[in-house]
């Protein structure tokens, strides 16, 4: 299974974005399911709900920062901009709103968390999403 695949399960579970993304890493980061649950939470909905970066893109920004202890800031960054820009050129932005705007989701930022109803993934464009940026993580990781 690719972790595109296996970021693609956990949002299907019903965790948001970013958690589906930094758990797809779980084994290689060496954490708790809960805990890396936890630290992406807030991420998902383009950080709150506010529709700015995709959660995808910033959970695969945290699991850098996990994957890679050893690594400094300058480097890092270079590693996050890294999969920004390759799930930009792949999806036409990183921007969670435009985004959805793209594919006919309104961009509500309301902070209530829709339902995950068989509509809400039928009509989104995250599962997809997620696993486009898992598959750039894991590329980014065997090239780092």
Do not use: H, W
């Amino acid at each position: 299974m690719t972790k595109g695949e296996l970021a693609r399960e956990y949002f299907m579970k019903g965790y948001n974005c970013a958690q589906a993304v930094v758990l797809a890493f779980r084994e290689e980061i060496g954490l708790g399911e809960e805990t890396l649950a936890r630290a992406a939470i807030g991420l998902g909905g383009g950080l709150g709900r506010l529709r700015e970066t995709c959660g995808a893109v910033s959970g695969g920004a945290v699991a850098l920062g996990l994957l890679f202890p050893e690594k400094d800031k300058s480097e890092i960054y270079a590693l996050v901009q890294t999969l920004a820009l390759r799930f930009r050129e792949k999806n036409g932005s990183y921007n969670c709103g435009e985004l959805l705007r793209g594919a006919g989701v309104p961009a509500s930022q309301e902070p209530n968390a829709a339902a995950r109803t068989p509509a809400y993934y039928k009509k989104r464009p995250c599962p997809d999403l997620v696993a486009d940026a898992a598959d750039i993580l894991a590329e980014i990781v065997s090239e780092a």
